[in-house]
């Protein structure tokens, strides 16, 4: 989990925006800078679905999950110059309020996670045999934080190394910048918004490139003919408080609803944990030995 120096890349991408010179998108930008420009950022992401094609039963599951991000300095600097190494994060997914999954970044040294996968049994439609892995994933992890040390995940798959953090980095700078040329930036109906919308057509023919830049594969487009996108940022004083992303297609419709604040929340690695060993997990997920 690296997720610090993409924030950092993002609040960059966003400042070069500006180059059209409207006040709206000025205002959109310095929202987005906003996001690092503090020691402390705390977010929480909500998504919602809506259609005639969507079960009903997926949409209550998947508005009862929240995502919430948090970013802490430890040497006062401003989250976009912190860096990596006096930045720690923290990363949680919850399922109606309560968290089922915690993952922590300690200034690039190791990582923590903790898993309470309880509530997750109240799932709609959740099989039998879902609902016993569940129950057998919860007696071993039994709801206590684990540690894996940059070593382990510096082999383990899917984990970035520095050139890897490098391209994701520029993969989210580009994208910031490709949505910012196909967007319309305007005035909100308060002082403290701001509005970008777009088509969907123009919206994934822009970040077509850069997503086959990144993988290193040729991608190929959904097939969508037509559907339109919304962001509605408010940003008091400048700074980003809430963004709602709305898209609409063919009768379906997915909002996103992201809250920001920049409280004084120090993230810290966990008072006790259990070093990470294959023997626990049998392997699965992680390589490596532990620290």
């Not at 705390?42 to 995502?67: C, E």
């Not at 379906?252 to 070093?275: E, F």
């Amino acid at each position: 989990m690296r997720q610090v120096s993409l924030v950092a890349a993002a609040s960059m991408a966003a400042i070069s925006l500006s180059a059209c010179g409207a006040t709206p998108r000025q205002r959109l930008d310095a929202a987005a800078h906003s996001l690092a420009a503090s020691p402390y950022m705390q977010a929480t992401i909500a998504l919602r679905l809506k259609g005639a094609k969507v079960p009903a039963s997926v949409t209550s599951d998947l508005g009862s999950f929240t995502l919430r991000v948090e970013d802490s300095s430890t040497n006062g600097a401003t989250l976009s110059k912190a860096g990596i190494s006096a930045t720690n994060s923290e990363v949680d997914l919850l399922y109606k309020g309560k968290v089922i999954l915690a993952v922590r970044a300690i200034g690039g040294r190791t990582d923590y996670f903790k898993a309470d996968l309880s509530s997750l049994t109240g799932v709609a439609g959740l099989s039998a045999s879902a609902s016993q892995s569940l129950s057998a994933a919860q007696a071993l992890l039994g709801n206590r934080w684990f540690s894996v040390p940059a070593s382990a995940l510096a082999s383990s798959p899917g984990s970035l190394n520095a050139a890897q953090q490098k391209k994701a980095s520029a993969f989210v700078t580009t994208v910031i910048a490709a949505i910012g040329s196909s967007s319309h930036v305007t005035a909100g109906s308060s002082g403290d918004q701001v509005v970008a919308s777009g088509s969907l057509p123009s919206l994934l023919a822009a970040v077509k490139g850069p997503f086959e830049t990144f993988s290193g594969h040729s991608a190929t487009l959904p097939n969508v003919s037509s559907g339109t996108w919304k962001v509605v940022i408010r940003a008091p004083a400048g700074k980003l408080s809430t963004a709602v992303l709305a898209a609409e297609e063919g009768g379906n419709s997915m909002s996103l609803r992201a809250t920001v604040t920049h409280d004084k929340i120090q993230v810290k690695a966990p008072s006790t944990s259990t070093p990470y060993s294959s023997s626990i997990f049998g392997g699965a997920g992680l390589s490596g030995q532990s620290g």
